[in-house]
């Protein structure tokens, strides 16, 4: 009976590491959703609930982790030599640290949520941002700002330490053009992942 599953698991574990594999083309988000399609319905989904659009959703995460599923912060090293403790507890796609992915899992009740996962760390993005723009009243479409607030957290947004952070000013300054570019991408593609469905007609499906 075991000789008989070990090939299913094979398959399973194979199936999961195509599943989270890094887009080839992290430059052009039709390549992007081309390779993992359903990254479009998760990115879409969080979008419709929080109203962060697609693109700005895509140019966080690819800054954050490149793509990669279980991305971790470099341990220091002590004496260059010795690894040592992570500077943060940041993982997954998005980036999230302990604190601000308990406080998500409980304010959308989704205890069950993993920043390894896409879906949930787009709905995470989403959520945080929602909280940008309610608390420090940063428009949704704003992805400088709102990757600021993000970065340094709704409190350090306030205090403006990164106005003297030019290094910061810069990577922000890249995720903004970043989405602009997803936004003009997707501008010509998004018609095609949205009624990719054989039950999805044009140009009915929305």
């Known amino acids: 009976m075991l000789k008989h599953l070990l090939p299913c698991l094979a398959i399973v574990v194979l199936a ?13 988000i039709c390549q992007i959703f081309a390779e993992h399609p359903r990254w479009y319905d998760h990115a879409r989904a969080s979008e419709q609930r929080w109203g962060t ?10 800054q954050e982790s490149a793509f990669q599923a279980r991305a ?14 992570r500077p943060s507890s940041a993982r997954g796609y998005a980036q999230a ?5 308990s406080d998500y899992q409980q304010a959308t009740g989704k205890r069950s949520a993993r920043r390894s996962n896409i879906a949930d760390a787009l709905d995470f993005v989403g ?6 723009h309610r608390r420090l009243g940063l428009a949704k479409n704003d992805a400088y700002n709102l990757y600021l607030a993000y970065h340094e957290g709704h409190t350090g ?10 290094q910061l000013q810069s990577i922000a300054s890249r995720v903004d053009a970043r989405a602009l570019t997803y936004q003009r991408q997707l501008s010509g593609c998004e018609q095609r992942f949205r009624c990719r469905r054989w039950y999805q007609i044009r140009p009915f499906c929305r």
């Open 16 to 28: 999961s590491a195509c599943a989270t594999r890094p887009p080839q083309d992290q430059e052009n």
């Open 53 to 62: 659009p697609i693109a700005i959703q895509m140019a966080f995460v690819q």
């Open 72 to 85: 971790r912060p470099q341990r220091r090293r002590i004496l260059g030599i010795i690894p040592g403790r």
């Open 97 to 101: 640290q302990d604190p601000a992915w």
């Open 127 to 132: 959520w945080y941002n929602d909280i940008s």
């Open 157 to 166: 947004y306030q205090r403006g330490a990164w106005r003297n952070n030019r």
